[in-house]
Each structure stands twice: as C-alpha cells, then as structure tokens.
C-alpha cells in the first residue's frame, strides 16, 4: 500500500477545545501545522456545557467577530450573566459575572451543547496553514532527536507525518500523554461526572445563572443545572472518583433520587422530560503542578489534567492553553529549539505563571468544601452579613481575594464574626 509522506513543523493530535485553539493561533501566525481527530465534526462531548470569561476571551483575542457571531446565534450559545451556588443547609447566593447586570453589559459567559461549540471552533480551522485529517486513526508515534513521527489511517490511505514538535490535545486519555510521559503520568481522572439533556426545568433565573447544588447525599460533589436555549438545560453530578469508589456510589442513582425527591428541586422537575441518554465520562482536574511539556512535544487541556478543581471549568483552560502553546511554538520556530529547556521556559512556566494561582486556590477551595459544615457556616453567616455576602460574591470572581477564602484563618474569622 502507498504511504504519503508529510512534513511539518508542528502535528496537533486532537481539535476539541485545545487542539482548535492551539491551530487558529498558529494559523494566526503563519505556521504550517497538521490537525489530527479520531472523530468527525460536528461531534459530542460529554460535559456541562457551560463555557466562562476565559473561553469568551480566547476566542475574542483570535477574532472578534466570532463573539459577535456567538452573541447573534443566541438559539444556540445561551448567554449566562452569573452563576447561582446553593450550599448543603439550602441558602443560595447569586453571584453575577459582572457587577453590570444584563441591562448595561454583554453576558461574560454563555452556555453552548459541545456539539455545536466544537464544530463552531472546527469551521474555524481551514487556512492556507492548516491541513486537517478528521475521522483518522493513530496507528503509531515514535520520536528521535530530530523530532516526531506519527503514521494515520484515514480513508483507506496511510500517512506518515514526521513534525518537530507535537501538540497533545487529545483529552483526558491522551495518547501523547502516554507516550511521552508514560513513567509519571496518571491513568485514572480525579473526579467523574454524568450529563444528561432535560427541557421543562421551571423557575431558571431570570438571567441565564447557572446553579450549582451541593446536597448532603452527594459528598464531595455537586448537582448541576445549566440553562441552554429554547428552554432545554444540561443537567449534572459531578463527584471525585475516590469518593465514587470507596462508597461505592452509583452515580447515576444518586442523580435520579435528587431529581425526583430532593424537596429543593424535585417540583422543578416535574414536568420536564429527558431528552438523551444519560453519559459519564472522567474530569481530569488539576492536583498540582506536573511537567506538561518536553523534548518536541507540549500538553493543552485535558490531556495536561488542568480542569478547574473547584468549579469544574475545563474549556477556557484548554482554550487558554492551546493559545499559550501556538505562542511557545512561534518562539521555537523562530530560533530552531524544541528542547525541554525551551518549552519548560516558554510553555509550561508562562502557563503556570499565568493559571497556577488560580488553579492552586481553586483546589485549597475544593478541599476546604468537602467539609459540608464549613460551606453550611460560611454561607449562613453571609445570610447575616451584607459585608461577608459582598466579599463571597467578589471571591468567586476576583482571584486576589480567593487567596483569602483559601486561608484557615478566613474561617476562623467567619465563625468568630470578626
Ligand atoms: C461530565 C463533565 C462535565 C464538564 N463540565 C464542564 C463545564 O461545564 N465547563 C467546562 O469548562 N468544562 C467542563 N468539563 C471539562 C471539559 O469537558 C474538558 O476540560 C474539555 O473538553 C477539554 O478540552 P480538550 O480539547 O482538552 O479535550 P476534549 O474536549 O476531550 O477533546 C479532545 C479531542 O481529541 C480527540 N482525540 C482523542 N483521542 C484521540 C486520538 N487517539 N487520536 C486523534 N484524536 C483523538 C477527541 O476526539 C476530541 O475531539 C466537564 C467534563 C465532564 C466529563
């Protein structure tokens, strides 16, 4: 059989979220690169859909136009404006993305089925940079001190990609992970969640908020509604898996009882109708910080096991990442280094540097959470005080005052009302 030999500087495995981002900001810099998926666009990914300021800001700085399209299809991308926690003992907070309400302020957020936000990324990806194999089969990766070889299966045809460097952005069982890392990197996700597709969810908030619940039946987890167009919503648990294991949970069954008798939003769900099957898959979540690059090759998103731990957010990450990567890979194009020295530099430290406090304070966040008194506490006492209400509202959205919603003495001072 023929074998049709490519070369490039750079091969993507993987155009989901950070493998799109990483191909749009190198096509933006003129760099040749091949894109490689298994599927084929428009393709689903299990997920909560909901989609925060990063992902709209990644997308902004590539072009602008394309928040201007995304605010125009509002039928499809459903604008969120903030989000609504609910702690165990039932007291909800509202906590807007902006201290603009809709009236005076585009929404930061938006909520969009992966479907159709990943075959929007995809319709972006064709320039005269870009060669794409969708619906291609890996079928072997190896790499020498001049750089990578990846062969594909893809319509009946073999290719032979030989790249300098490779991009791993093939989500959460990343086969570039694998092959690169194999020796440190982690087989099994921190957390798992379950999706499923409902329309007839009365009382939304008026705004598009999406609700997380934490309930006493689902330890070191949370339920999720979040509202999409024409009166549909993506519904959710999420759990870490450890939790899942070691009680033994079945996931699924927690998620049915909620929805038909947990008394905070069982009348909700009366009338409303499954649309989908229900669908599982692993969150990757950050724990702590790992080499997520190396001689010629650099991870983004989930394939780098960087999902938010504390609000469950991957897509802006991923995004954020991939853009991140196409820059580090200028850099390397321009002085010819695709060294472990030079991406730890321009890659892995940038990244670090500019998502690691976040990522860090959003797990001491998820950590302090799992002890649902705290959160009851917390949240009682912000019942009390319009000042703690305010700080707790900012410290969702402003990450210097995270730090101190991180800090045991935080605590201290909340139980102690000082
Ligand atoms: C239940 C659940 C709920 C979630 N909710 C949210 C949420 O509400 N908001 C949010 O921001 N994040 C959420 N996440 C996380 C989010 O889904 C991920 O972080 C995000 O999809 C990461 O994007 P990615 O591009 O890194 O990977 P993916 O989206 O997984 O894309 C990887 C791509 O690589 C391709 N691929 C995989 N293997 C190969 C291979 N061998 N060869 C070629 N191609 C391959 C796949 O087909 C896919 O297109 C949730 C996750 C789960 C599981």
Request: net charge positive.
């Given at each position: 059989m023929q074998l049709n030999r490519i070369e490039t500087p750079?091969?993507?495995?993987?155009?989901?979220p950070a493998g799109a981002a990483t191909s749009i900001y190198l096509s933006k810099q003129n760099i040749r690169h091949v894109i490689i998926d298994k599927d084929v666009f428009p393709r689903d990914k299990v997920c909560g859909d909901a989609c925060g300021g990063k992902t709209t800001a990644v997308i902004h700085h590539a072009n602008p136009e394309w928040v201007t399209e995304m605010r125009q299809r509002s039928n499809v991308f459903q604008p969120s404006w903030g989000?609504?926690?609910?702690?165990?003992?039932?007291?909800?907070?509202?906590?807007p993305y902006s201290a603009k309400m809709p009236e005076s302020a585009e929404a930061k957020g938006f909520i969009v089925p992966r479907m159709d936000l990943d075959n929007f990324l995809f319709e972006?990806?064709?320039?005269?940079?870009?060669?794409?194999?969708?619906?291609?089969?890996?079928?072997?990766?190896?790499?020498?001190?001049?750089?990578?070889?990846?062969?594909?299966?893809?319509?009946?045809a073999t290719y032979?990609?030989?790249?300098?460097?490779?991009?791993?952005?093939?989500?959460?069982?990343?086969?570039?992970?694998?092959?690169?890392?194999?020796?440190?990197?982690?087989?099994?996700?921190?957390?798992?969640g379950l999706r499923a597709y409902y329309e007839g969810i009365?009382?939304?908030?008026?705004?598009?908020?999406?609700?997380?619940?934490?309930?006493?039946?689902?330890?070191?987890?949370?339920?999720?509604?979040?509202?999409?167009?024409?009166?549909?919503?993506?519904?959710?648990?999420?759990?870490?898996?450890?939790?899942?294991?070691?009680?033994?949970?079945n996931l699924r069954e927690v998620m049915l009882k909620a929805i038909k008798t947990n008394p905070?939003?069982?009348?909700?769900?009366?009338?409303?109708?499954?649309?989908?099957?229900?669908?599982?898959?692993?969150?990757?979540?950050?724990t702590k910080d790992r080499p997520i690059s190396g001689n010629n090759f650099i991870l983004c998103g989930d394939s780098a096991l960087m999902v938010d731990p504390f609000s469950g957010e991957g897509i802006g990450n991923a995004m954020f990442s991939g853009m991140l990567?196409?820059?580090?890979?200028?850099?390397?194009?321009?002085?010819?280094?695709?060294?472990e020295g030079f991406f730890k530099k321009e890659y892995e430290t940038e990244f670090y540097k500019e998502l690691g406090a976040e990522l860090k304070h959003n797990g001491k966040l998820q950590r302090v959470f799992r002890y649902q008194w705290v959160f009851n506490m917390v949240f009682n006492k912000a019942y009390k005080s319009i000042t703690l209400k305010r700080l707790i509202i900012c410290m969702f959205t402003d990450i210097s005052l995270q730090k101190q919603i991180s800090k045991p003495s935080f605590y201290l001072k909340v139980l102690f009302n000082r």
């Open positions: 750079v091969v993507i495995i993987g155009a989901g989000m609504t926690v609910v702690a165990p003992n039932g007291k909800r907070l509202d906590i972006k990806l064709p320039s005269p940079y870009c060669t794409i194999f969708q619906g291609a089969r890996v079928e072997r990766m190896s790499n020498d001190a001049d750089g990578v070889t990846v062969t594909i299966k893809h319509n009946g032979e990609i030989k790249a300098k460097v490779i991009v791993g952005a093939d989500g959460d069982k990343s086969i570039v992970r694998k092959h690169f890392l194999s020796g440190i990197t982690t087989a099994k996700t921190e957390a798992i009365t009382e939304m908030h008026p705004h598009s908020f999406i609700e997380l619940h934490y309930f006493k039946e689902i330890p070191e987890g949370y339920f999720w509604i979040f509202p999409l167009p024409d009166g549909r919503a993506n519904v959710g648990i999420g759990m870490l898996s450890a939790t899942v294991r070691e009680k033994k949970v905070r939003i069982a009348h909700r769900f009366k009338n409303a109708r499954l649309l989908d099957k229900i669908q599982g898959w692993g969150v990757p979540v950050y990567a196409a820059n580090a890979i200028k850099k390397a194009v321009d002085a010819k280094d695709y060294s």
